[in-house]
T-cell receptor
Framework: KNQVEQSPQSLIILEGKNCTLQ??????????LRWYKQDTGRGPVSLTIMTFSENTKSNGRYTATLDADTKQSSLHITASQLSDSASYIC?????????FGPGTRLSVLP | DAGVIQSPRHEVTEMGQEVTLRCKPISGHDYLFWYRQTMMRGLELLIY????????DSGMPEDRFSAKMPNASFSTLKIQPSEPRDSAVYFCASASGQITEAFFGQGTRLTVV
């Protein structure tokens, strides 16, 4: 069964701190792994897209890693800001056909 | 470009009524997706189109749900008859190409009472 798991379910950190979100996926066929950020009441916004041959990709303070052998990905957020408070969703798939994880709810406190 | 435009933003309807959700994708995008998001199940793909043709509708929950894309700039998701368990936020997204970023609309929050 295709599925994507994320941990932790929720996370609270102080502004300025770093954090890492985890994603394990069992998706076949597999060609790409995506991370989305979803603010409350808004649609998801793409942060990174990695193909199976890529190990890391950065988008500003966001850095995603991918290990296709262990089927694991992580999203590292550096120097967190209040605006980083959101749900972060890991998505695995083939082409434009993908499976969404349940998301990690991140709260950044002042 | 204004992005993916969905209407209405909110819809409250009585059980048994027909509901039609609308989506205008980003101009030039050849993929269009309909998703449903609930607290219990997260984001689920309902159906997606490529060049106006439905490619995968395996996520459509029942025959009560139907989606059309009559042209490259418009799509509808219809629920008839609606039930309380259909209450959710429905997102439309569009993309250009196989492995490219999908852009989401603001969503339609549907409440069936």
């Amino acid at each position: 069964k295709n599925q994507v798991e994320q941990s932790p379910q929720s996370l609270i950190i102080l502004e300025g701190k770093n954090c890492t979100l985890q994603c394990n996926y069992t998706v076949s066929p597999f060609s790409n792994l995506r991370w989305y950020k979803q603010d409350t009441g808004r649609g998801p916004v793409s942060l990174t897209i990695m193909t199976f041959s890529e190990n890391t990709k950065s988008n500003g303070r966001y850095t995603a890693t991918l290990d296709a052998d262990t089927k694991q990905s992580s999203l590292h957020i550096t120097a967190s800001q209040l605006s980083d408070s959101a749900s972060y969703i890991c998505v695995g798939g083939y082409g434009q056909n993908f499976v969404f994880g349940p998301g990690t709810r991140l709260s950044v406190l002042p | 470009d204004a992005g993916v435009i969905q209407s209405p933003r909110h819809e409250v309807t009585e059980m048994g009524q027909e509901v039609t959700l609308r989506c205008k994708p980003i101009s030039g995008h050849d993929y269009l997706f309909w998703y449903r998001q609930t607290m219990m199940r997260g984001l689920e793909l309902l159906i997606y189109f490529n060049n106006n043709v439905p490619i995968d509708d395996s996520g459509m929950p029942e025959d009560r749900f139907s989606a059309k894309m009559p042209n490259a700039s418009f799509s509808t998701l219809k629920i008839q008859p609606s039930e309380p368990r259909d209450s959710a936020v429905y997102f439309c997204a569009s993309a250009s190409g196989q492995i490219t970023e999908a852009f989401f609309g603001q969503g339609t929050r549907l409440t069936v009472v």
